[in-house]
C-alpha cells in the first residue's frame, strides 16, 4: 500500500481558496451550460503546487425531478475541461504562488452513493415496519 503524503497547512490553504474562487467563477464567469448545477467537494494541491484535483459532485444525479436530470458526468467533465484554461488564468490571478496549478476534474460519487445507501435504509425500515415480528437479527442462525 502507499502512503499519500501528508499535506502541510499551507497546501490545505491554498487548496481551500481554489476551491472557494473556483465556486465563484464556474457560478458568475462561467456559462458553459454542460456544467449545469454542481458542487465543488474538495481540491487537494500537490506539495509543489504544479496540480490541483479538484472534486465535483452533480445535483443532478441526486434529485431527478430537476430538469436536465440525465446530464452526464462525462458532459460535466467536457464543460470543465473546456473552461480549464481561463480557470487557471483566473486562479493565478488571486493567488499568491510561485505556480499556478494545473487543474484535473473528478466526479465525487460519494453524494449520490450516499443517497443510494439512505434509500436502502429506508427500504428496510419500511420491511422491518411491515413484519414487526420478524428479528432480522436472528442470533441463533450462526453459520
Known amino acids: 500500500m502507499r502512503h499519500k503524503p501528508k499535506a502541510d497547512g499551507r497546501a490545505l490553504r491554498v487548496g481551500d481558496q481554489i476551491q472557494r474562487d473556483l ?5 458568475f464567469e462561467v456559462k458553459d451550460p454542460r456544467i449545469g448545477f454542481i458542487t465543488l ?14 472534486f465535483f459532485s452533480s445535483l443532478n444525479d441526486i434529485d431527478s425531478s430537476i430538469k436536465g ?4 458526468v462525462e458532459e460535466i ?3 470543465l475541461n473546456a473552461a480549464k484554461g481561463f480557470l487557471r488564468r483566473e486562479i493565478g ?3 499568491s504562488i510561485h505556480q499556478t496549478p494545473e487543474l484535473h476534474f473528478f466526479y465525487d460519487d460519494s453524494v449520490s ?7 436502502l435504509i429506508d427500504t ?4 422491518l ?5 420478524e428479528n432480522i437479527l436472528d442470533n441463533n442462525d450462526h453459520t
Do not use: F, I
Open 23 to 27: 465556486a465563484q467563477l464556474l457560478q
Open 124 to 127: 428496510a425500515l419500511k420491511d
Open 69 to 72: 436530470s440525465s446530464k452526464k
Open 93 to 95: 490571478r488571486s493567488l
Open 41 to 54: 467537494t474538495g481540491v487537494e494541491v500537490s506539495p509543489d503546487y504544479s496540480h490541483a484535483k479538484v
Open 77 to 79: 467533465l467536457a464543460g
Open 129 to 133: 415496519a411491515k413484519n414487526p415480528g
Open 113 to 119: 452513493r450516499g443517497a443510494a445507501m439512505s434509500s
